[in-house]
């Protein structure tokens, strides 16, 4: 370093004295407790939170070791809602992205652990002679669940894919309509061990209706038409809430510890163990890591921030999402979660679909005066008016308080503002400060997935004859 000091006493690419030994005093115990759970029996949960906490750790020297050389690479942005607009770096989903994958894949033994001890027990003496009878119910028949790890490895490919896509938009800013349908690609790996291992393509009909469309409707294809929608659907509205600090991770933390919690609804009422055991323990084993790289992630990215998380880490959440929710097979349950998400996309329908005028971007407008964000604005000149039917459409919306529009004397349109549920909560909260408007969209976020949960557990009841956690009462 050269000789003037910084107010943080290093640079900002390396890491403080207490940064360095609370990573290093992390990283160690994590490796203790991995240690340690071959000792026992290998129990792959508690190896998957020490893997977590080192993905943690990892991911938040990286991201500030990586930086500069993002910068320098060209991957940087400006921060436009900020008085002082300096370059940082972007595309930092990338980093979270291969930490994440690195820790998936060393945590492959730890779930068969058994399996593989059972399947090698005896390894000294094959050469003793057992009667048939011993045979036949001895561990030598153990067979290797190869269904489960075909599950694991094709939720590997699945990611691995949409790392690959996430980065290659990042780099090249491939257009929307072009990137839209790549998730469901990625998504074949998934559709192909759910139709191999699991199949189930019928849906419980509600109480209600049972009389008229009996118990089960099968849907065939169209299941996996459904999931594909589902998996084409996750990573782009995660993508489409965006254009605040910290939104992207803080509404991916959100879904991933309310998908845990719901996970854990499992893991610890009766009765145990639970037939869907297995698959929400599969669930926590994605999400864990996941939130481990996630934290580290929201600790640059939170307000100011000082990295940009990139298209990767959008893309690379919502399939995280659909990865555990498909093979989890609750995915009925994500879209529950993501009612924020479906509103934003049905909301912000109008521009995509190029009904009213779309700008490259819709971020809310910072007032430099102030230093508050406000709603960005779609101008309309005088020969550029909205057709009539688009006209009532936006008088209506106004009304309802859906919508700001602002007209002239003559009733012509002056401007509207852009339809995002971040603008749209700006209408109806007036302007406010950065890091209050993430907290609250936050918290909206937060109070919607545990009533989306509530209805999950609690309504579906009223409408499905099962308990909420009974056998056929899976989603």
Known sequence: MTGHSHSHSHSPTSLSRTETLSLLSLSFACVVILFNTFQGDGEPLIASLALSGLAFAATFAMIRWLG?????????????????????????????????????????????YKDIVAATSGGGNRDVVLHVEHVQQGRFLHRFPHSKLASYLSAIISLQSIAILGIGDDLFDIRWRHKFFIPAFASIPLLVVYFVDFGVTSIVIPVQLQPYLGELLNLGPLYYVYMAGVA??????????????????????????????????????????????DSHLFSLYFLLPFLGISFALLWYNWYPARVFVGDTYCYFAGMVFVVVSILGHFSKTLILLLIPQIFNFCYSVPQLFGLVPCPRHRLPRFNARTGLLEPSVTPWTEDRQPKAPIAWGLRMLDKLKLLRVTLDEQGRFVETTNFTLINLWLVWRGPLREDRLALELTAMQTVLGLFGLFVRHGLARLVFREDNWGITGRW
Do not use: R, W
């Open 68 to 112: 500069p050389t993002f910068i320098k690479a060209g991957l940087k942005g400006v921060d436009m809602s900020k008085h002082h607009k300096k370059e940082i770096p972007e595309c930092m989903g990338a980093i979270c992205a291969v930490v994440y994958l690195l820790v998936v894949i060393i945590f492959i033994p730890f779930p068969f």
């Open 232 to 277: 084409i659907f996750s990573p782009n509205s995660i993508n489409i809430l965006a254009g605040i600090n910290g939104i992207e991770v803080t509404q991916s933390i959100v879904i991933a510890l309310l998908l845990a919690l719901n996970d854990s609804l499992y893991l610890i009422t009766p009765p145990y163990p639970h037939p869907a055991t």
